[in-house]
């Protein structure tokens, strides 16, 4: 559990709250859920942009084969702990 709350949108304001709403609806597409840690970093606008950056980066990358990126995936969450 976290020890603060996911962001919600409808309490932010409003550019940020329909950015957070877009980002959410496609995570939930992508993952079926909406993950504590995204809801978390939505609290700072930025920080969300710039963690989508990332996610786009590594799967647009083709320098590595599919599954070796996602065995890599599982291996560094089973390192952290991550349930993810």
């Not at 959410?24 to 597409?29: G, L, N, S, V």
Request: with cysteine; charged share 25%.
């Amino acid at each position: 559990m976290a020890r603060i709350a996911g962001a919600e949108p409808r309490n932010l304001k409003f550019l940020h709250g329909l950015f957070t709403r877009f980002v959410y609806r496609m995570t939930e597409r992508k993952l079926g859920k909406v993950v504590e840690p995204l809801r978390i970093v939505a609290h700072h606008s930025k920080l969300l942009w710039a963690t989508g950056q990332v996610e786009q980066a590594m799967m647009s990358s083709h320098l590595v084969d599919e599954s070796l990126k996602s065995l890599a995936e599982i291996r560094t969450a089973t390192l952290v702990g991550c349930p993810f």
